[in-house]
């Protein structure tokens, strides 16, 4: 996660910490020392204990998030790290789940952490009257009952079933389980995303406007992150299954137009770019790619300029650019393409260029496949 920073490793795994998680780290301090902790106490012992049990409290949501990355690793998937960001925390899988029975394990690893921690806190509170003064008890309990609360609390928010919650995870591994059919247990599970999110949208809807509650405000950040994420899992799964196990070698294009190094702006946008109405072009030198130069590098230089500067001036250089193989899946192609503004992507094999993959070309395959797709259904 882009701004993001590490503060530790545990058990091999970074421990990261995302600017935002600030925010939320300081907003908790503050509703733990203004309602949750004694009125009574000193306004510094309020703040050092609400302190105190906010980062405790992050504490055992990193515990949850391991728990999650060790039945990961069990079944042989690599965690990079673990980033707590303004939701909490996150686990980062290099690829997703190969079985049924590893996300079913992995998912639900992470709420029976939070119920563990929970009931142990529980039973530690129990003991303590034997173990501590009245004193000493009179801080200790309110910040036992928070931490019990609140590990409760993200047990239960987790197992609700909306992907790509923990429960709307193991609503998916039970489908996928039971139907074999991972693709239509996502969009199941997805689609209980959206639901939950509809509902969290509701929620914070009657908080706000009909009991005057602004802290209901979160459940609007919840819905909207929560909505957005179950959307995409959606979308992603309609990519996945229309491209199915296409490679790039079957849609690329092997009479392409590229340009050697050194070639002047006006040249380039004289013979090639007008009249074959190109939006991005390769640069080669001896067959190998060096570049990439695009309409919008090419606008950056004034029309004066154009027979005098060389096209190595404004292109990307390929250290630069994202590129595939030929005997790359599709759906690792799409991911390449990302959001970026780029029309394609080329193709180098062995160091040499040897294609381009059209950005319309892929979009106009995953169509006709949707379109295919449908028609047979009925
Ligand atoms: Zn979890």
Redesign the pocket.
């Known amino acids: 996660m882009p701004g993001s920073f590490r503060v530790a490793r545990i058990l091999g795994i970074d421990i990261r910490i995302h600017f935002s998680w600030v925010v939320i780290f300081l907003l908790l301090t503050y509703i733990l020392a203004s309602s949750e902790l004694p009125r009574s106490w000193s306004d510094t012992k309020q703040i050092v204990v609400a302190v105190i049990t906010a980062l405790l409290f992050f504490s055992s949501v990193v515990v ?2 391991l728990a ?1 990355s060790l039945v990961a690793r069990r079944f042989h998937m690599t965690v990079s790290s673990i980033t707590l960001f303004a939701l909490g ?1 996150v686990a980062n899988l290099t690829k997703e789940p190969s079985s049924a029975r590893a996300e079913f394990l992995m ?1 639900a690893a ?2 029976l952490t939070s119920l563990g921690i929970a009931g142990a806190l529980w039973l530690v509170q129990r003991a303590t009257p034997s173990l501590l003064d009245v004193q000493d008890l009179k801080t200790t309990t309110p910040v036992f009952n928070y931490l019990v609360y609140i590990n409760f609390a993200v047990a239960l928010f ?1 197992l609700v079933p909306g992907f790509p919650l ?1 429960g709307g995870r193991v609503l998916r591994s039970v489908i996928w389980g039971l139907s074999g059919n991972r693709s239509l247990a996502t969009r199941i599970a997805a689609r209980g995303g959206q639901i939950v999110a509809g509902i969290l949208a509701l929620i914070g809807a009657n908080a706000v406007f009909l009991e005057g509650d602004s802290g209901g405000a979160w459940f609007f950040v919840l819905a909207y992150f929560l909505f957005g994420l179950a959307s995409a899992a959606i979308g992603q799964d309609r990519i996945t299954s229309a491209v199915g196990s296409v490679r790039v070698r079957q849609l690329m294009t092997t009479d392409f137009r590229s340009v050697p190094t050194a070639t002047s702006i006006g040249q380039l946008i004289r013979d090639i770019v007008l009249p074959n109405n190109l939006q991005a072009i390769p640069v080669v030198a001896q067959g190998r790619l060096v570049g990439l130069v695009t309409i919008a590098d090419l606008r950056k230089v004034e029309q004066a300029e154009w027979p005098t500067t060389p096209v190595d001036a404004v292109m990307r250089p390929a250290s630069e650019l994202a590129t595939v193989s030929p005997d790359d899946e599709l759906v690792a192609a799409i991911d390449r393409f990302g959001g970026g503004d780029v029309p394609l992507l080329p193709v180098v094999d062995h160091g040499s260029l040897v294609g381009v993959l059209f950005r319309d070309a892929v979009v106009g395959y995953v169509r006709m496949q949707e379109t295919l797709g449908l028609d047979a259904r009925r």
Do not use: C, L, W
């Open positions: 949850h998030e999650h925390g998912a992470g709420p987790n923990d």
